[in-house]
């Protein structure tokens, strides 16, 4: 239960169609269902009429794919920002660590008598 990551099939150009349990994802797929780039199923019907929907309605399938790409495009971008933001702490980081290795005596290796 809390349903699977859909960004990886959604890259491939896949239609992802998903049941109701997709808790694990929230934001992911909140926003790729209110750009209708996922289809929500709740039973065997449902999965049935979507499947042939999208099969037979090749200008469906487009706008599908369109809004999982508009959504995939929202969403990304995070690994740059997250890098970006840590930055300035990891020199700060790296500063410090070069100091502290040069002023600080390498520690022996303490053997233990048996």
């Not at 859909?6 to 150009?13: F, L, Q, R, T």
């Not at 709740?42 to 794919?65: F, K, P």
Request: glycine share 8%; hydrophobic share 40%; with cysteine.
């Amino acid at each position: 239960r809390g349903g699977q990551n859909p960004i990886e099939p959604i890259g491939h150009g896949s239609a992802v169609l998903t049941g109701p349990h997709w808790q694990n994802f929230r934001d992911t797929y909140t926003t790729l269902l209110r750009l209708k780039g996922v289809v929500e199923v709740h039973n065997a019907q449902d999965i049935c009429t979507a499947v042939t929907r999208l099969y037979r309605n090749h200008d469906a399938l487009a706008e599908m794919r369109a809004g999982a790409d508009a959504a995939m495009a929202t969403m990304s971008g995070a690994l740059e920002r997250t890098v970006e933001a840590l930055e300035p702490f990891l020199e700060k980081f790296e500063k410090e660590t070069a100091t502290a290795s040069v002023t600080s005596p390498v520690p022996q290796r303490v053997s233990r008598a048996t």
